[in-house]
């Protein structure tokens, strides 16, 4: 009994000891439980534990700016706001840059805890701009134009009336700017968010009720900055947004209010507000009084500060607050509210204006005054919302420069975080522009010296268009410090244009004849005079036959002096020769018949410019280029050479093969339409040759297209339907052989087989083209030889090799600069025929004036990307050699002779103009050149029938000194030009009339102005 009794008190013991156990679990859980309980409501009401740990992170979170690119750094990829500032599209913008010659100056640095925070989507903590956009400095440094968007803002907190931050706190975060809890974190409203959640719970379970929001400023703030589309599309992104918030927050410290302070702050300056019409995005509410309302954003925040307003009616300052409570609730649905909602905005704003009396923050004065106020808005059809931009050439041209470079929009252009500093001289700009507009009147017309025989009356001044470019030589490229004219409008005559600039033309033919010079010195000179007497060289070759003799006779075979008795070579000016050119026969003539009985050097022909010595010159350029390949000239050997066939098929494929690729380079990487627009823009336009192309390449095309392409293309030109229908039939697929095809349109067959490949054929080589064109290649030579008579055949050869000899040329000006991807295959190319562009002209003379070294043309030298940000990217331009397109001795050759024409020639208006401070002349060189551009139509025996006249032009390309060169153009557009008869003294008598204004800058021992510019 008693064992019995023993054992079970023994086993009693360890169940009353679980049971103690367990109740001591069960408590520990509930004292821990209430202590977390505890922390959640102190930590809740106070942050303390939230404030160190983020704060103490935040400190982590930094960028350093560091020499180059950087590899530490991550650029957003999506947010309205990182998409506005441009910092969405830096990583494009920086490879276009590093394409054009550009190279990464300094760029931010992340920290590595910054890298990977960024890594995780988040949005990084910075102060962000509240305002900014482009600013463009200019080479000085100075800014002359700024875009600030948005235009109206507050520029600090403390410059927000009361009343305006108590409506917005009342209205959207009641409890913000509370300084009961210095360490609060503005991301997070814990009761607002609680119910946030409770209300999406219940509308997961279907239940009913209305939901609540959750976000806080602060995380509004996130959303429709850096989320995308603006958007809270998940609860991921919500989560991002309050994290991203509290991380910003803290960023400055615990202490939290000044960091609250910039939340509200910033949400006043960027709260999106729809886009209006004519306008665009509106942000901040600055910009919404003013675009929506019209109001004065200045008077309304006078009217609300209690300081300043105590003399205005309770009117004026009810409608005042109306129109600030009305934003702050249009932020909720501003594409609504701002535009059909209005009715449904105005009773919010009722309630809202009676729930502020109720609460004590207005008086009932003032809340009977606002909404007794009605708000007018803007009817944007009478009274548009329009900023005013600068419009003047230097500016649009920038812009234009700046919006190609990064590939943006001006509406995107203006509102990136991007200051760019440009090469322009912007007083220097501002007085030349103003000196243009004034030729307009007669009194300064003739106080300049412009009226005149050859030159202008006192009614035809304002008819007149003026455009100028003045460039300097830098290390860093050739640098644009004056681009502007008359016209106040986007196009530029100087550098836009494709116009015929006359004599301009023949500083190109005596650049391509010394250089032919050089070359043939460089292969001859050094042989003894019994192995130049050995050379054989074909009688037409005149340039390599006076060169072999010159060194045979000279003891001195310096190549300047070789040069100098080139330009002294003598030319006739007799205009009674008809030359064969362009497929027929043409004569050309002096501008003064005086010149005709003249035989004249190459050096006397440039000063005075004489026509005829230059179109004699060309002819000898072009049977250079013809002879110097044996091949070439064999195609007009023996018919009955028996080796002439096998030589025929080889010459054909390697000259195929050569001409090809050429024509590959010049249509490469372009769309059909860009393509075929080249190949047009190249082709003297008549409804024959217009009719061979379009048959060839589009032989589908209906006649109703081929109609309209004929029309287009010769405006002027009366052809009825009749003549249409035939040009479509005769020149229809099959009728004619591609080499006859080619000679029609005087193009170079394969070019034509080519571009017709190009445009039927998806992703090409060359390679495929090659192979795909064996048979033409043998065709368009082969055909040479089938002719019946000799003299038929024998001029269409002399045209193909014409043809061929003008590719050779084009190669040469397009070394030095020269713009457009064909010349007419004609000898009156030395008179203009094949047009230019008058700024490509003036980079012709700076490579001259610098000895022959090319560099490229310079106008956007620094941009700043997104400064005191951790996106910050500078990019400066790469440092370059320059590139040598052109031997010393001849630039220097040419820089002599151009300064002739100044000294004798006919831009000496201009001899002795440039005088410097201490009395020392400054060096001058030009040409000139007019373009009387017309429509003729010739009758059968070869007269002019009709004549109608497209544009005049007088072109003047300088330079001055050893460091400025340029171009200035007069221009009168349309039928209008038949009414003058100005010549290229017009440009040389501006010019003139600006040697005041330019010698401050020009003159180097005047420190104010020629060291302007860094």
Same mark, same amino acid.
């Given at each position: 009994?008693?064992?019995?009794?023993?054992?079970? @008190?023994?086993?009693?013991?360890?169940?009353?000891?679980?049971?103690?156990?367990?109740?001591?679990?069960?408590?520990?859980?509930?004292?821990?439980? +209430?202590?977390?309980?505890?922390?959640?409501?102190?930590?809740?009401?106070?942050?303390?534990?939230? #404030?160190?740990?983020?704060?103490?992170?935040?400190?982590?979170?930094?960028?350093?700016?560091?020499?180059?690119?950087?590899?530490?750094?991550?650029?957003?990829?999506? =947010?309205?706001?990182?998409?506005?500032?441009?910092?969405?599209?830096?990583?494009?913008?920086?490879?276009?840059?590093?394409?054009?010659?550009?190279?990464?100056?300094?760029?931010?640095?992340?920290?590595?805890?910054?890298?990977?925070?960024?890594?995780? =989507?988040?949005?990084?903590?910075?102060?962000?701009?509240?305002?900014?956009?482009?600013?463009?400095?200019?080479?000085?440094?100075?800014?002359?134009?700024?875009?600030?968007?948005?235009?109206?803002?507050?520029?600090?907190?403390?410059?927000?009336?009361?009343?305006?931050?108590?409506?917005?706190?009342?209205?959207?975060?009641?409890?913000?700017?509370?300084? @009961?809890?210095?360490?609060?974190?503005?991301?997070?409203?814990?009761?607002?968010?609680?119910?946030?959640?409770?209300?999406?719970?219940?509308?997961?379970?279907?239940?009913?009720?209305?939901?609540?929001?959750?976000?806080?400023?602060?995380?509004?703030?996130?959303?429709?900055?850096?989320?995308?589309?603006?958007?809270?599309?998940?609860?991921?992104?919500?989560?991002?947004?309050?994290?991203?918030?509290?991380?910003?927050?803290?960023?400055?410290?615990?202490?939290?209010? /000044?960091?609250?302070?910039?939340?509200?702050?910033?949400?006043?300056?960027?709260?999106?507000?729809?886009?209006?019409?004519?306008?665009?995005?509106?942000?901040?509410? =600055?910009?919404?009084?003013?675009?929506?309302?019209?109001?004065?954003?200045?008077?309304? %925040?006078?009217?609300?500060?209690?300081?300043?307003?105590?003399? &205005?009616?309770?009117?004026?300052?009810?409608?005042?607050?109306?129109?600030?409570?009305?934003?702050?609730?249009?932020?909720?649905?501003?594409?609504?509210?701002?535009?059909?909602?209005?009715?449904?905005?105005?009773?919010?704003?009722?309630?809202?204006?009676?729930?502020?009396?109720?609460?004590?923050?207005? *008086?009932?004065?003032?809340?009977?005054?606002?909404?007794?106020?009605?708000?007018?808005?803007?009817?944007?059809?009478?009274?548009?919302?329009?900023?005013?931009?600068?419009?003047?050439?230097?500016?649009?041209?920038?812009?234009?420069?700046?919006?190609?470079?990064?590939?943006?929009?001006?509406?995107?252009?203006?509102?990136?975080?991007?200051?760019?500093?440009?090469?322009?001289?912007?007083?220097?700009?501002?007085?030349?522009? #103003?000196?243009?507009?004034?030729?307009?009147?007669?009194?300064?017309?003739?106080?300049?010296?412009?009226?005149?025989?050859?030159?202008?009356?006192? @009614?035809?001044?304002?008819?007149?268009?003026?455009?100028?470019?003045?460039?300097?030589?830098?290390?860093?490229?050739?640098?644009?410090?004056?681009?502007?004219? %008359?016209?106040?409008?986007?196009?530029?005559?100087?550098?836009?244009?494709?116009?015929?600039?006359?004599?301009?033309?023949?500083?190109?033919?005596?650049?391509?004849?010394?250089?032919?010079?050089?070359?043939?010195?460089?292969?001859?000179?050094?042989?003894?005079?019994?192995?130049?007497?050995?050379?054989?060289?074909?009688?037409?070759?005149?340039?390599?036959?006076?060169?072999?003799?010159?060194?045979?006779?000279?003891?001195?075979?310096?190549?300047?002096?070789?040069?100098?008795?080139?330009?002294?070579?003598?030319?006739? /000016?007799?205009?009674?020769?008809?030359?064969?050119?362009?497929?027929?026969?043409?004569?050309?003539?002096?501008?003064?018949?005086?010149?005709?009985?003249?035989?004249?050097?190459?050096?006397?022909?440039?000063?005075?410019?004489?026509?005829?010595?230059?179109?004699?010159?060309?002819?000898?350029?072009?049977?250079? *280029?013809?002879?110097?390949?044996?091949?070439?000239?064999?195609?007009?050997?023996?018919?009955? %050479?028996?080796?002439?066939?096998?030589?025929?098929?080889?010459?054909?494929?390697?000259?195929?093969?050569?001409?090809?690729?050429?024509?590959?380079?010049?249509?490469?990487?372009? *769309?059909?339409?860009?393509?075929?627009?080249?190949?047009?823009?190249?082709?003297?336009?008549?409804? /024959?040759?217009?009719? !061979?192309?379009?048959?060839?390449?589009?032989?589908?095309?209906?006649?109703?297209?081929? %109609?309209?392409?004929?029309?287009?293309?010769?405006?002027?030109?009366?052809?009825?339907?009749?003549?249409?229908?035939?040009?479509?039939?005769?020149?229809?697929?099959?009728?004619?052989?591609?080499?006859?095809?080619?000679?029609?349109?005087?193009?170079?067959?394969?070019?034509?087989?080519? $571009?017709?490949?190009?445009?039927?054929?998806?992703?090409?080589?060359?390679?495929?083209?090659?192979?795909?064109?064996?048979?033409?290649?043998?065709?368009?030579?082969?055909?040479?030889?089938?002719?019946?008579?000799?003299?038929?055949? &024998?001029?269409?050869?002399?045209?193909?090799?014409?043809? @061929?000899?003008?590719?050779?040329?084009?190669?040469?000006?397009?070394?030095?600069?020269?713009?457009?991807?064909?010349?007419?295959?004609?000898?009156?190319?030395?008179?203009?025929?094949?047009?230019?562009?008058?700024?490509?002209?003036?980079?012709?003379?700076?490579?001259?004036?610098?000895?022959?070294?090319?560099?490229?043309?310079?106008?956007?030298?620094? +941009?700043?990307?997104?400064?005191?940000?951790?996106?910050? *990217?500078?990019?400066?331009?790469?440092?370059?050699?320059?590139?040598?397109?052109?031997?010393?001795?001849? /630039?220097?050759?040419?820089?002599?002779?151009?300064?002739?024409?100044?000294?004798?020639?006919?831009?000496?208006?201009?001899?002795?103009?440039?005088?410097?401070?201490?009395?020392? $002349?400054?060096?001058?060189?030009?040409?000139?050149?007019?373009?009387?551009?017309?429509?003729?139509?010739?009758?059968?025996?070869?007269?002019?029938?009709?004549?109608?006249?497209?544009?005049?032009?007088?072109?003047?390309?300088?330079?001055?000194?050893?460091?400025?060169?340029?171009?200035?153009? !007069?221009?009168?557009?349309?039928?209008?030009?038949?009414?003058?008869?100005?010549?290229?003294?017009?440009?040389?008598?501006?010019?003139?009339?600006?040697?005041?204004?330019?010698?401050?800058?020009?003159?180097?021992?005047?420190?104010?102005?020629?060291?302007?510019?860094?």
């Amino acid at each position: 009994m008693d064992n019995t009794q023993d054992n079970a @008190e023994q086993a009693s013991i360890p169940v009353q000891s679980q049971y103690s156990i367990g109740k001591i679990i069960k408590l520990l859980f509930i004292v821990l439980s +209430l202590l977390v309980a505890v922390m959640v409501i102190y930590e809740t009401k106070t942050s303390h534990f939230q #404030s160190e740990f983020i704060s103490n992170y935040a400190r982590t979170l930094t960028y350093e700016v560091k020499e180059g690119p950087s590899d530490s750094i991550v650029f957003p990829n999506q =947010g309205p706001f990182d998409q506005r500032l441009g910092y969405v599209k830096l990583p494009m913008i920086q490879s276009r840059l590093l394409e054009r010659g550009y190279e990464v100056a300094q760029q931010a640095h992340f920290s590595p805890a910054l890298l990977h925070y960024a890594n995780q =989507g988040l949005f990084l903590p910075y102060t962000e701009k509240v305002q900014t956009g482009l600013t463009l400095q200019d080479c000085s440094g100075a800014p002359f134009y700024r875009y600030n968007y948005p235009y109206h803002y507050y520029p600090s907190f403390d410059q927000v009336p009361p009343l305006v931050i108590k409506s917005l706190l009342f209205i959207e975060n009641k409890h913000l700017l509370s300084s @009961e809890n210095p360490l609060a974190n503005p991301a997070v409203d814990w009761p607002r968010f609680a119910m946030a959640a409770f209300t999406q719970v219940t509308k997961a379970l279907g239940l009913p009720g209305q939901s609540a929001g959750g976000s806080t400023l602060a995380t509004q703030v996130e959303k429709y900055r850096h989320s995308e589309d603006g958007l809270t599309d998940s609860p991921t992104e919500k989560i991002r947004q309050m994290v991203s918030a509290s991380v910003r927050s803290y960023h400055l410290g615990p202490n939290t209010l /000044a960091a609250r302070k910039l939340v509200v702050w910033a949400y006043l300056n960027s709260v999106p507000l729809s886009a209006a019409p004519g306008y665009g995005e509106v942000h901040g509410v =600055g910009d919404g009084l003013w675009v929506w309302f019209g109001a004065d954003v200045a008077e309304v %925040n006078r009217l609300l500060d209690p300081s300043k307003n105590q003399d &205005d009616t309770l009117k004026d300052i009810g409608l005042a607050l109306r129109q600030i409570v009305s934003l702050m609730i249009a932020h909720r649905r501003p594409s609504y509210y701002l535009t059909s909602g209005r009715e449904d905005l105005s009773r919010l704003t009722d309630s809202y204006l009676r729930i502020f009396m109720q609460q004590g923050m207005i *008086s009932g004065q003032l809340m009977a005054a606002a909404l007794e106020a009605k708000i007018n808005y803007r009817d944007f059809k009478k009274n548009p919302a329009l900023m005013r931009i600068e419009s003047s050439k230097g500016l649009q041209l920038t812009r234009t420069r700046l919006s190609q470079l990064l590939g943006s929009q001006f509406y995107d252009l203006d509102r990136m975080d991007l200051s760019a500093n440009t090469s322009l001289n912007i007083p220097l700009q501002r007085d030349v522009s #103003s000196y243009l507009a004034q030729l307009a009147k007669p009194e300064f017309a003739q106080q300049i010296g412009l009226l005149g025989n050859r030159l202008l009356t006192s @009614e035809k001044t304002a008819d007149v268009n003026y455009s100028f470019t003045l460039m300097q030589q830098s290390e860093q490229g050739f640098k644009v410090r004056v681009q502007t004219d %008359n016209t106040n409008q986007p196009f530029d005559i100087n550098e836009g244009s494709k116009l015929e600039l006359g004599s301009t033309a023949k500083i190109r033919v005596l650049t391509t004849y010394l250089e032919i010079i050089a070359e043939l010195h460089e292969t001859y000179a050094d042989l003894n005079d019994i192995s130049l007497r050995k050379i054989s060289i074909p009688k037409q070759d005149i340039l390599s036959r006076w060169a072999v003799d010159y060194l045979s006779k000279s003891k001195d075979r310096d190549l300047s002096k070789m040069l100098n008795a080139a330009l002294e070579r003598k030319y006739s /000016a007799n205009p009674n020769e008809r030359f064969f050119t362009g497929g027929g026969m043409h004569s050309f003539n002096n501008f003064s018949a005086k010149d005709n009985q003249r035989h004249a050097t190459m050096i006397d022909s440039l000063r005075e410019s004489l026509n005829l010595p230059f179109v004699r010159l060309m002819r000898d350029i072009v049977r250079y *280029s013809t002879y110097k390949d044996e091949n070439r000239t064999r195609l007009l050997e023996d018919d009955k %050479n028996p080796q002439r066939q096998e030589y025929l098929s080889r010459f054909a494929d390697r000259e195929g093969k050569t001409f090809l690729r050429r024509f590959w380079q010049k249509y490469t990487g372009k *769309s059909d339409a860009e393509q075929f627009d080249i190949f047009l823009n190249g082709l003297k336009q008549t409804p /024959a040759r217009l009719a !061979a192309v379009h048959r060839y390449i589009l032989p589908h095309a209906s006649q109703a297209e081929f %109609n309209a392409f004929i029309l287009q293309r010769l405006p002027n030109k009366e052809l009825d339907n009749k003549t249409l229908v035939q040009l479509y039939k005769r020149y229809s697929p099959g009728q004619y052989s591609l080499p006859d095809q080619g000679y029609i349109a005087r193009v170079h067959p394969l070019e034509l087989w080519l $571009l017709g490949y190009l445009m039927q054929t998806d992703n090409v080589t060359l390679s495929d083209a090659i192979a795909a064109s064996q048979v033409q290649r043998q065709e368009v030579y082969g055909w040479l030889f089938k002719t019946r008579h000799r003299t038929a055949r &024998d001029s269409r050869i002399r045209t193909m090799l014409e043809v @061929e000899a003008f590719l050779d040329i084009h190669q040469r000006w397009a070394k030095v600069g020269y713009p457009f991807d064909h010349l007419v295959p004609s000898l009156a190319t030395a008179l203009g025929s094949s047009g230019d562009r008058p700024v490509a002209l003036a980079t012709l003379l700076g490579i001259i004036q610098n000895g022959g070294i090319k560099y490229p043309t310079q106008r956007i030298e620094k +941009l700043a990307f997104a400064d005191d940000t951790p996106y910050q *990217s500078h990019y400066n331009p790469k440092p370059i050699a320059g590139e040598r397109v052109m031997r010393i001795e001849v /630039a220097q050759a040419l820089k002599n002779a151009l300064a002739e024409v100044v000294n004798a020639g006919t831009a000496r208006r201009l001899a002795g103009a440039f005088t410097q401070a201490d009395g020392e $002349l400054l060096t001058v060189g030009a040409k000139t050149g007019t373009g009387d551009n017309r429509i003729e139509t010739f009758g059968r025996g070869g007269q002019v029938t009709s004549s109608v006249a497209r544009n005049r032009t007088a072109t003047l390309v300088f330079y001055i000194g050893d460091d400025y060169f340029g171009t200035l153009t !007069a221009y009168v557009p349309g039928s209008a030009s038949d009414n003058f008869t100005f010549t290229s003294a017009l440009p040389v008598q501006v010019l003139k009339g600006m040697v005041p204004m330019l010698m401050p800058y020009l003159d180097k021992s005047i420190a104010n102005g020629a060291h302007y510019c860094h």
